[in-house]
Every structure is written in structure tokens, then in C-alpha cells.
């Protein structure tokens, strides 16, 4: 479903990405931890080039891509990888001049080109999906930080991608909205939904991840099934981490 081969990523001098490798299963739950620095971010943002990687290749789906520092990836290419793709950002990015509903209909119209009957049939659906259903004429100031991201959840959701990303979606709330956000995700998680999570919620990644991914200065220094990451692995940079955030 998705795979990434020695994927390099610098900015000037700072080489932020040093030859990741992975490999995520269709249907599967990817979990990114790790300390602020680390790439995580950066390697979310390149499943989607939002960033440009310099050199290596990505697979989602059936597209792929190589990359090369002397090669410019073209906007058709680009724009393939992104459809297969949906993102939730960590300070939500929605439009605030549009109601909840327009924010999730306007994707549909714009990029995928669907009627505007059909995007708000869509667009209903799926506020119901994630439990807003009496919101949708709200606009996002009118609406809590968990709410905003819910929406921002059925918007990633209204372009059928293959794969959503989700960027640290739940840093920004206030800790008892924390919760409905991640019971969303967990419901994705149960229907099949292929997820890539950069997140610092440990306990989520215990309950719903496939496989965790410990991330520290640009490399994978860990990964396994949760109990492999959590409960059984001896690495010592991955033990004083989960020393520091009391997920051991």
C-alpha cells in the first residue's frame, strides 16, 4: 500500500530525513512517535509532497515516484500521489468563511469535480459520520477545537483517498476534547482505513496501532507491533523516551 525506500530529506544544511524505509500494509494503523525534531512531521508531509523529497522513492497505492536532486517532480505526478492521500493538520486549516459543510463539500467540487447535490450528500453523510450532524451550518469559530477537527477529519474523508495522514491532530486541543477526536480516528481504524499518525498520545498508539515507529534525528530507531515497541524492546534511546512521556 505504501512504501517508502531511503527517502532523504534537507533543509539548507540540516539533513532532517537520513534514508527512511518502511512499509504499511493496506488497512493498516502506522503510528509515528518520537521527540520534537525527530521527522516525524517532515516524513508525514512527504507521503503527501507537501515536501519534496531529495532522494529515494514512494509507492501509495499504485503510483510511484523517484527522487532525485537533479530531477523536478512534475504537477501531474504531484498531484496523483496527493489524490490518493488525505490530510488532517494539527491547527485544523479550515476555511473560515465557509460553514462546516461547505468545508467538506469543497474539495469534492473542486478537485474531484463532483456536483454540488453530490458533494452535500456526501458532505452530510459524513458530519454524521463523525457526530456532527446539527453543526454543519456552523462556521468553524462557532465551533470547539474538537469539533473544528472532526470536520477537518470528514473533509480528509470526503475525497475517498486511499490513506489519510493525520499531523499530531490532537496537539492543539484542550485535553478534554482530546477524546472525541481519537474516538473518530479509532472508528477509521475499525472500518479498514489505512492511517498514518503522527502523534504523542501513547495510549492510542497501544490500543490502535498495527505497528509504532519511533523516530529520533531523522532515522527509524524502532518499530514493531505496539507490545514489541512498548513492552518488550531494550533500545536505549527508545527507553528514555518513554521514560520521559511515563508510557513504559
Known amino acids: 500500500m505504501i512504501s517508502i525506500q ?14 527512511i524505509t518502511l512499509s504499511i500494509e493496506k488497512g493498516q494503523t502506522a503510528v509515528i512517535i518520537g521527540p520534537s525534531g525527530s521527522g516525524k512531521t517532515t516524513l508525514l ?19 510511484k515516484l523517484e527522487f532525485q536532486e537533479n530531477r523536478k517532480i512534475k504537477l ?31 474539495g469534492q467540487v473542486t478537485v474531484l469535480k463532483r456536483s454540488k447535490a453530490e458533494a452535500k450528500q456526501k458532505a452530510l453523510g459524513l458530519l454524521e459520520k463523525v ?8 462556521y468553524p469559530h462557532q465551533l470547539s477545537g474538537g469539533q473544528q477537527q472532526r470536520v477537518g477529519i470528514a473533509r480528509a474523508m470526503a475525497l475517498d483517498p486511499e490513506v489519510i495522514l493525520f499531523d499530531e ?27 498514518v499518525v503522527v502523534t504523542h498520545e501513547m495510549q492510542f498508539a497501544r490500543d490502535v496501532a498495527d505497528q509504532v515507529i519511533f523516530m529520533d534525528q531523522g532515522i ?24 520521559k512521556v511515563n508510557a513504559r
Open 6 to 19: 531511503q527517502l532523504h530529506k534537507r533543509f539548507h544544511d540540516l539533513e532532517v530525513l537520513k534514508g
Open 45 to 63: 508531509r512527504c507521503l503527501n509532497l507537501l515536501e519534496t523529497p531529495d532522494k529515494g522513492s514512494l509507492s501509495i497505492g499504485n503510483r
Open 76 to 106: 501531474q505526478e504531484i498531484m496523483a500521489i496527493r489524490k490518493q492521500t488525505g490530510m488532517v493538520f494539527q491547527g485544523y486549516n479550515l476555511f473560515p468563511h465557509l460553514t462546516a459543510l461547505e468545508n467538506i463539500m469543497e
Open 131 to 138: 457526530g456532527l450532524k446539527d453543526r454543519g451550518d456552523m
Open 169 to 195: 491532530p490532537t496537539s492543539a486541543l484542550d485535553p478534554e476534547l482530546v477524546g472525541e477526536v481519537l474516538k473518530v480516528m479509532k472508528d477509521l481504524a475499525n472500518e479498514g482505513m489505512t492511517m
Open 220 to 243: 527509524v530507531v524502532e518499530q514493531g507491533t505496539p507490545n514489541e515497541v512498548f513492552g518488550q524492546s531494550n533500545n536505549p534511546r527508545l527507553l528514555q523516551f518513554l521514560n
